[in-house]
């Protein structure tokens, strides 16, 4: 079977895809091993301090950073399938190790080698889509990729929370997940080089113009989804204020996104809701973004435009649910609208990312930025929060999801008025 790629008539093997398609199974699961084993962690390491233990959840998101930007880096080099392969096996030895381990400081060295396999790995998910995919079909494989790492985190947690009753070494099995990706990049080979070579990023009717931009301080010319780039200043290969742009509005919807996550464990308790009833609203979350996940370019036939408006409009909807009622199906209601927000938003921000550059060369690692700025956005949620508290004066359980709501309510009012504009602008070519 052959899946059209959008560049010319060209097609590409449906394992090929797979094979991309594997490598963001594991991407988003960092640390999801631990969770529900760190109340059996305090008792089998009764001497350890709890900052150790969450050292093991929380190291892996830190580490991944720097190793996203050296893959991203890399990803300008021809070498691009030895690198998937060196972040694959680091991947998985940490994971088995994890799973033969007795030692917590053996656990924390092994959390940190997880986190770097997951750095190189993660940019290559959304930047070999980039590399063999364009137009609409591109938008259609983000949204695909999107919807595939997050039912995988789905199925992953309560894989986990099941392996966890049996033993607290079990739930590591998780991390050998990439032994799938491992059997599958083989066929990566077969992604055509020119796929791999340097390319304009911009139309052909703007590519003489284009090509002088890497020396230019401006470029008067216009994209290949339409958006002007005229008084967009260039370095390195990238449009700064693009690129700026782009990463501060993506870091924002990560944060205001990944709120639910972090403090409904301390909301919904307070009305008589059970740890379980926190782990359904949570995973109603996620599958709510693999469902929207699939469905992205129709959505985006259907709305055009205003699509970005209608993905803010849902987290925002979702957020006034949280603070306005106390029942459990309407948390689930709010979880799912807001996790329908977030995954149709997200497919965008990535495609968008690929239009941040000179070059189709560049492409990894303009999505490499836009990682760091995620993994930077959910590492600040509880220091931003506690921020806000403090300056409000005000440590309620609710407060987080009132000030999340405000900035996103005016983040809305942004999407309105720049509707036309790169960040929050949809034109056809996505999805026609």
């Known amino acids: 079977m052959q899946i059209k ?114 750095g190189l790995i993660l940019p290559f998910s959304t930047g070999l889509i980039a590399d063999v ?22 199925g992953a947690t309560f894989v986990v929370g099941f392996l966890a009753a049996k033993s607290w070494h079990l739930p590591f099995l998780v991390y050998l997940i990439p032994v799938i990706s491992l059997v599958l990049i083989p066929f990566l080979k077969k992604i055509p080089q020119s796929d791999y070579e340097s ?26 989804d339409g958006f002007s780039t005229e008084g967009q200043k260039v370095s390195g290969g990238f449009y700064i204020g693009r690129t700026i742009w782009l990463m501060l509005a993506y870091f924002f919807f990560v944060f205001a996104t990944s709120v639910p996550a972090y403090y409904l464990p301390n909301l919904m308790p307070e009305y008589h809701m059970s740890t379980e009833d926190v782990s359904t609203v949570t995973s109603i979350f996620y599958l709510a973004m693999f469902v929207i996940g ?41 979880s799912a609208i807001v996790g329908l927000g977030n995954g149709l938003a997200q497919p965008i921000f990535y495609t968008k990312a690929t239009e941040l550059v000179t070059s189709n060369s560049k492409s990894t690692l303009a999505l490499a930025y836009l990682q760091v700025a995620n ?25 987080p999801f009132i000030v999340t709501g405000v900035a996103v309510a005016v983040v809305l009012v942004f999407c309105v008025i720049r509707i036309n504009h790169f960040v929050f602008g949809i034109k056809k070519q996505y999805y026609e």
Request: aromatic content about 8%; charged content about 10%; proline content about 4%.
């Open 5 to 118: 790629t959008g560049k010319g008539t060209g097609t590409i093997s449906l394992m090929v895809v797979m094979a991309i398609w594997s490598l963001s199974l594991a991407v988003d699961l960092p640390g999801l091993a631990v969770t529900p084993i760190e109340g059996s962690l305090r008792s089998i390491f009764p001497d350890v301090t709890d900052f150790k233990i969450q050292l093991l959840t929380v190291l892996p998101n830190v580490i991944i950073i720097p190793f996203v930007l050296l893959s991203g880096k890399l990803s300008e080099t021809r070498h691009k399938i030895p690198v998937i392969v060196l972040g694959t096996v680091l991947y998985i030895v940490a994971g088995a190790l994890s799973i033969f381990s007795s030692s917590l400081s053996a656990l924390i060295w092994l959390s940190c080698l997880l986190g770097a396999g997951c």
């Open 133 to 154: 995919f364009a137009g609409k079909y591109r938008t259609k494989q983000m949204g695909i990729i999107s919807a595939i790492g997050n039912i995988a985190l789905v």
């Open 199 to 224: 390319a304009p990023a911009t139309s052909a009717a703007t590519s003489a113009s284009a090509s002088k931009s890497a020396a230019a301080t401006a470029v008067p010319a216009v994209d290949q």
């Open 294 to 334: 699939l469905f992205v370019t129709g959505t985006m036939k259907i709305f055009r435009k205003t699509t970005f408006i209608l993905a803010t409009a849902l987290i925002f909807g979702g957020f006034l649910l949280f603070v306005f009622t106390r029942s459990l199906p309407i948390y689930i209601i709010a």
């Open 375 to 399: 993994y930077v956005a959910i590492s600040l949620v509880p220091v931003l929060i506690g921020l806000s508290e403090t300056i409000f004066s005000n440590h309620t359980n609710l407060f």
